[in-house]
């Protein structure tokens, strides 16, 4: 069965304090995986897709990296403004329209 | 361009009500989407359509409804609410050979 575990479950930074959030997957075939950022009270926002092991992407302070097992979230010097739930998901090899979500990391960066 | 646009924001039903929750995209995307958001849980898959007149199930089909007469539009239907309903509902709508699924602000429903 697809699935997708994310961890820790809530991380608390100081602003300035780096880190990363971990994303687990078991898929059949993974066609791609996917970091969205969702606010308090608001729609999932699109940050990063990676599709294959060894792939890297940065956005400002972020950095996606992707491995065979699971992908990481490296945020680096942290602003409070990057507080914000961090979702990870997969979609599978002919599972085209499926998004397979993890729970998500509840990020706070406090001053 | 205003996106990805669901009504209403918020809504209370009793158990047994029906209603249409409304999503609508301005973007010309052929796919879309419906999930719901539970406390603690990722995001699950409740219908999705691949154009205008053709919809499938998604992961937690059962006590919905969807219809696409239009591109723009993609209405979600509960019938006969029950409180599993009670959660928020996103609606995502995606641009063909792309894989960035664009999301509403959502609807928090809760069955009383």
């Known amino acids: 069965e697809d699935q997708v575990t994310q961890s820790p479950e809530a991380l608390r930074l100081q602003e300035g304090e780096s880190s990363s959030l971990n994303c687990s997957y078991t898929?059949?075939?993974?066609?791609?995986l996917f970091w969205y950022r969702q606010d308090p009270g608001k729609g999932p926002e699109f940050l990063f897709t990676l599709y294959s092991a060894g792939e890297e992407k940065e956005k400002e302070r972020l950095k996606a990296t992707l491995t065979k097992k699971e992908s990481f979230l490296h945020i680096t010097a942290p602003k409070p403004e990057d507080s914000a739930t961090y979702l990870c998901?997969?979609?599978?090899?002919?599972?085209?329209?499926?998004?397979?979500f993890g729970a998500g990391t509840r990020l706070a960066v406090h001053p | 361009n205003a996106g990805v646009t669901q009504t209403p924001k918020f809504r209370i039903l009793k158990i047994g009500q029906s209603m249409t929750l409304q999503c609508a995209q301005d973007?010309?995307?052929?796919?879309m989407y419906w999930y719901r958001q539970d406390p603690g849980m990722g995001l699950k898959l409740i219908y999705y359509s691949v154009g205008a007149g053709i919809t499938d199930k998604g992961e937690v089909p059962n006590g919905y409804n969807v219809s696409r007469s239009t591109t723009e539009d993609f209405p979600l239907r509960l019938e006969l609410a029950a409180p599993s309903q009670t959660s928020v509902y996103f609606c995502a709508s995606r641009r063909t050979g792309t894989d960035e699924q664009f999301f509403g602000p959502g609807t928090r429903l809760t069955v009383l």
């Open positions: 973007m010309n995307h052929n796919y």
């Open positions: 898929v059949s075939g993974l066609r791609g």
């Open positions: 998901a997969v979609q599978a090899a002919g599972g085209y329209n499926k998004l397979i």
